[in-house]
């Protein structure tokens, strides 16, 4: 069976990934609703009673809408940072002001890695506008994938931790001049644009051009806008470069979608 990577969904309409060995499988982020996950998983041909646990890196809502009923239904252990799940209880009081119990919380440090299963995880911290919001690599049968969207710029301690990744998701939010001129208003955009917003297409291409070890067989561009990017300018500018360092032809970009599930990336 090996290692795989799928996304299931990516974008600011929710986001939901699966990294699967052979005998463990996490899902990453739970931000498109239950049905629809399954429905996701199931195309894919993945059964979702196999999950093994859930792994959350922030609690915006296009990172958790589908957590609480998917928690419910599979009962499978749920870990975030502790500072997450604060944030998360609190903005998910039903109408009687009570807090969401999930079954099988379990906390995690930023920094600290764990195991699930036969896969080990490293969350690190990403500069973002959340509670405590991490990224994460996984190590499982020789294979290392590193995912790091929502963050604001790449600092170095996320480059160290995305080193020696063979599958690299990367956030490719907007085109900065798409977003500058497009149709957000300006609170929004400085938000986006900040330190701790998302990452540009012209961010990831310098990280590309200037710092990234050529380690991966395959790039995923993800967390891409639809008001303020295009699939084709986001892997263009991609593309482009990893083309400077004639590296491209051992980077296969691949762009993630909001609608459907990407095929599995197998390793
Ligand atoms: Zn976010
Ligand atoms: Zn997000």
Known sequence: MGVSLSMLASGSRGNCALVASTRTRILVDAGISCRETFKRLKSLGEDPRSLSAILIT?????????????????????????????????????????????????????????????????PFTIPHDAADPVGFTFRAEGIKIGIAT???????????????CDVLVMESNHDVEMLRGGPYPWSVKQRVMSRVGHLSNEALADFFVNDYDNSATFVVLAHLSEQNNHPEIARREAEKALATRGHLFHNRVLLAQQNQALEAIRL
């Not at 209880?89 to 699930?116: I, N």
């Open 150 to 164: 929502d963050l604001g710029y790449l600092p170095v301690s996320v480059r160290d931790h995305l080193r020696g």
């Open 58 to 122: 922030h609690e915006h809502s296009d990172h958790i809408y589908g957590l609480a009923t998917l928690a419910k239904k599979l009962r499978i252990p749920v870990l975030m940072t502790g500072a997450t799940h604060h944030a998360w209880a609190k903005a998910m009081r039903d109408a009687k002001g009570e807090r969401p119990q999930l079954d099988q919380l379990e906390r995690f440090e930023s920094g600290h890695s764990f195991q699930v299963g036969d896969i080990a995880v490293k």
